[in-house]
């Protein structure tokens, strides 16, 4: 059984499926402004964390070690990464309830109580 709620194409990676869902979280930003999807941004911060990154900056120097290829893979459009004030500012003000939920159905459900 696939741990992703949305069923993948044969062809789809884990990071592909984990950026589908976090396509669905609310954008909190203004239209105006936007440089990078908000789907990547969490995505290469959920990867960084990963990898073992524990502030912004460590963040952004990950992201900002990743080549275009892999930059692409996860959903950011552009040549280079967000820097550590960008990925504060947009994951502080991101619903945390909703994160929680759309990663907690991907991951898929807990042990049975």
Do not use: N
């Not at 440089?35 to 964390?49: D, F, K, M, N, S």
């Not at 990950?62 to 040549?79: E, K, S």
């Not at 280079?80 to 939920?101: C, G, Y």
Request: with cysteine; glycine share 6%; aromatic share 4%.
């Amino acid at each position: 059984m696939p741990s992703c709620p949305i069923t993948p194409a044969p062809a789809q990676s884990p990071l592909t499926c984990l950026i589908d869902v976090l396509e669905q979280v609310p954008d909190p930003r203004r239209r105006r402004g936007r440089r990078h999807p908000l789907a990547g941004i969490i995505a290469a911060a959920v990867c960084a964390v990963l990898a073992g990154s524990r502030s912004f900056a460590a963040i952004a120097q990950w992201a900002a070690d990743l080549d275009a290829a892999d930059l692409h893979r996860l959903g950011l459009t552009r040549a280079k990464a967000s820097d550590a004030s960008t990925f504060r500012r947009i994951l502080s003000r991101l619903d945390a309830e909703v994160l929680d939920a759309l990663i907690g159905a991907y991951l898929g459900p807990g042990p049975a109580s």
